[in-house]
T-cell receptor, first 113, second 113 residues
């Protein structure tokens, strides 16, 4: 199964941009790259996803490398409410990985006031 | 309100006493999945279901059973719970397809003594 690698932790100051990296060198051609975050005592919540092109939504932006072996989640202006564990996940769209989700260890983001 | 519900939210039981954790979604999603979360191990997929009567193993299926007789429900069954199944469990659902976001339930904290 394709795996992702993320830094264990990152820190940011409030109102500053945050770039959360993820490596997925074994990604297959049909895998989507999803990002979820988990606030304390809650289930994970969806942030953003993409396949090949960069994506933007109201929460964040996703920059995908041209070879798709890495991606970066960008929070444009971090707030205290963004402090969470961020997971980069490959979601299989075909073949033997169809339906399977493998979560990495995630990055603990700390936001300082 | 669109949601995934789990019951019970908290459960303390003894080794060997069969239990069922229910999961229900009201979004007409085809795909449903169960995860367990343990400190240091992150989220791991137990079982998933692509549709009614279609289930498959995730990364850690040993000791668990599932069934999908109705589209909205996906119960997790522990026939003979053991202390190593003490964990935080999450149910999730999404539309069919890897390009859709997954909605997670609030979690069930299970303790097996």
């Amino acid at each position: 199964d394709a795996k992702t690698t993320q830094p264990n932790s990152m820190e940011s100051n409030e109102e500053e941009p945050v770039h959360l990296p993820c490596n997925h060198s074994t990604i297959s051609g049909t895998d989507y790259i999803h990002w979820y975050r988990q606030l304390p005592s809650q289930g994970p919540e969806y942030v953003i996803h993409g396949l090949t092109s960069n994506v933007n939504n109201r929460m964040a932006s996703l920059a995908i490398a041209e070879d798709r072996k890495s991606s970066t989640l960008i929070l444009h202006r971090a707030t205290l409410r963004d402090a969470a564990v961020y997971y980069c996940i490959l979601v299989g769209a075909g073949g033997t990985s169809y339906g399977k989700l493998t979560f990495g260890q995630g990055t603990i983001l700390t936001v300082h006031p | 309100e669109a949601q995934v519900t789990q019951n019970p939210r908290y459960l303390i039981t003894v080794t060997g006493k069969k239990l069922t954790v229910t999961c229900s979604q009201n979004m007409n999603h085809e795909y449903m999945s169960w995860y367990r979360q343990d400190p240091g191990l992150g989220l791991r997929q137990i079982y998933y279901s692509m549709n009614v009567e279609v289930t498959d193993k995730g990364d850690v299926p040993e000791g668990y059973k599932v069934s999908r007789k109705e589209k909205r429900n996906f119960p997790l069954i522990l026939e003979s719970p053991s202390p190593n199944q003490t964990s935080l469990y999450f149910c999730a659902s999404r539309l069919q397809g890897a390009n859709y976001e997954q909605y997670f339930g609030p979690g069930t904290r299970l303790t097996v003594t």
